[in-house]
């Protein structure tokens, strides 16, 4: 099954380096304080269990600029392509 993702999400490969620390398409960025990450299961995952794992993810980021949401990808979910927001 595919989830509903929010419309405004981005998509983008993430690597958690050092919590909460991490890198976005290869650019430094940081998990907010109180982040939720979602595995393909969408149970919270934990950021540290993560470290060194390039993954396929749609996120959301905080009014501040982090991110503050973040979904890791099914191999299906990754194939579709995201559609913009009107």
């Known amino acids: 099954a595919v989830r509903n993702f929010p419309p405004k999400v981005q998509r983008g490969t993430l690597t958690v380096t050092a919590p909460p620390n991490v890198m ?13 990450i979602r ?12 470290v060194g794992q390039p993954l396929v993810v749609n996120y959301l980021r905080e009014p501040n600029g982090m991110l503050h949401d973040v979904w890791i990808l099914t191999a299906l979910e990754a194939q579709i392509k995201l559609v913009s927001a009107p």
């Open 24 to 36: 976005l398409d290869g650019k430094p960025d940081r998990l907010s304080p109180g982040s939720r």
């Open 39 to 50: 595995g393909t299961n969408n149970m919270l995952a934990m950021s540290s269990v993560l």
